[in-house]
């Protein structure tokens, strides 16, 4: 068992050196009347009979109103992005903010535009799903139409399927010591920022929330724990380059280490369109006294030069040892070429657990897909020793600003002779070409690679052993 955790682990830990995981950043929200003090929370369960909002099955009423019908509909599908602080353009988790802009929630939710969920829905049930009925349609429709209309605090009722907004108080911040700005010469610049948070005892991380500095410019990030044993190392890598942080490309740069020696673990991270990172019930990523945090920040500087950024992570901890300890192993195709032209290019890879000495059965939580500008869909399948195929998640018209963790309703039990699949369609024609510097690029050979004009094919899978 131990080698192949070992294999497992350093499969993990090289794969996502080259890069991260954890559509938006989430912020606490309070719906809040006029007549409410600042800050005030909405109770959970509001008293007396109510109708149970957005989500009650029947023709949406003529005349909604927010706190009862739109409310808990923005909380469950939109306050992800739309809150004071988030990744959106505004805020609409105040009645105040959410009715100055009734129409156009009518406008971009009827044409599909809002809320952004491409999953298919004919794959693995998904938690926290965002995308809205025909019912929920309808009460944006009508509510805009009736001059989105405040309604009585009263019968607001807290949506069943609502995320718990991210703590006000975190335990744990880290965030670089200064801004840094990368060099103008540099379209991608891959950096190191090492935090050392001063921890004389374990953690046990289970929700996590990164803020970029600048959205602009930050194309992904990865959080690392390096651990007592090497902190020295990224110290000194860190004091011997100029300026904020150090250069570093693939990982942090120091060796990983084994399993009875682990050096390196990767812990959680950010890209385009990823919500806040909270582990399922029961497990969580423990993090050892003594160690450093190392961000590793992949900028680029495609849209803008010469920016700074300060990106933070914030952290929060179990009082206690979660039941299981999780980790993220990823499955990924490399040293692939998309030729110049291609409108329909297809990669795919597979891993087995048996065929990496894993003998005994792992459970898996929920995926994360990753791929670039060029990508058209993905796909993720489990094939059972059977020969039956499940699909995990289906992602048939991929969009590189909206991607994230998707956790399974029900956990998924894979056995050491089952096969997980990840196939990934690329589009690299000259109508799909992104622009650079203001100018449409022209066809060219893609290579995989981590810059932003190479591709990726990968998905990531949080687990636990057995």
Not at 211 to 238: C, K, Q, W, Y
Not at 247 to 252: A, D, I, K, L
């Amino acid at each position: 068992m131990a080698n192949a955790l070992r294999t497992a682990l350093g499969l993990s830990l090289g794969a996502l050196g080259a890069f991260g995981l954890e559509d938006c950043t989430e912020a606490p929200s309070a719906f809040q009347s006029r007549d409410a003090e600042p800050g005030t929370d909405v109770p959970r369960e509001a008293p007396g009979p109510t109708d149970t909002g957005p989500m009650t099955v029947g023709p949406a009423p003529e005349r909604p109103t927010w706190w009862r019908d739109v409310a808990p509909l923005v909380q469950s599908r939109c306050v992800e992005c739309h809150v004071s602080g988030g990744i959106a353009p505004f805020p609409l988790d105040t009645f105040e903010a959410a009715s100055e802009r009734a129409p156009l929630m009518a406008l971009e939710t009827r044409m599909g535009r809002m809320p952004p969920w491409p999953p298919a829905d004919d794959c693995r049930p998904l938690q926290h799903v965002r995308r809205l009925s025909p019912r929920e349609l309808a009460v944006l429709d009508n509510w805009a139409r009736a001059g989105a209309p405040e309604g009585d605090r009263s019968t607001y009722v807290r949506p069943p399927d609502a995320r718990e907004p991210f703590p006000s108080s975190v335990d744990y911040t880290a965030t670089p010591t200064a801004p840094y700005t990368p060099p103008m010469s540099a379209l991608d610049d891959y950096r190191c920022f090492v935090v050392n948070p001063g921890w004389t005892e374990a953690k046990h991380m289970v929700q996590a929330r990164i803020t970029p500095g600048d959205a602009r410019i930050v194309h992904h990030l990865n959080m690392f724990e390096v651990r007592a044993a090497s902190a020295a190392e990224v110290e000194a890598l860190d004091a011997r380059a100029p300026g904020e942080g150090y250069p570093c490309f693939g990982g942090v740069g120091v060796p990983v280490g084994s399993l009875a020696d682990q050096r390196v673990q990767y812990v959680a991270g950010w890209a385009p369109g990823s919500p806040a990172l909270r582990t399922p019930p029961g497990t969580g990523i423990r993090l050892e006294a003594g160690s450093r945090l190392v961000l590793q920040v992949h900028y680029n500087q495609s849209v803008v030069r010469g920016a700074s950024d300060r990106t933070r992570v914030e952290m929060v901890f179990s009082p206690t040892a979660p039941r299981r300890q999780a980790m993220v192993i990823p499955v990924m195709a490399d040293r692939f070429r998309i030729p110049a032209g291609m409108p329909d290019y297809a990669v795919e890879s597979s891993l087995q657990p048996r065929a990496l000495g894993i003998t005994f059965p792992v459970t898996v939580y929920g995926a994360f897909p990753h791929m670039h500008q060029f990508a058209r869909a993905t796909r993720s399948t489990l094939t059972r020793a059977s020969g039956a195929d499940e699909c995990l998640v289906d992602v048939p018209r991929w969009q590189f600003h909206w991607q994230q963790f998707y956790m399974f309703d029900e956990p998924v039990r894979v056995e050491p002779d089952d096969r997980v699949t990840v196939q990934c369609r690329y589009d690299n024609s000259a109508a799909n070409q992104p622009v650079v510097g203001g100018v449409q690029r022209t066809p060219q050979e893609v290579r995989s690679g981590t810059g932003t004009l190479d591709e990726m094919c990968m998905a990531f899978f949080y687990i636990t052993i057995l």
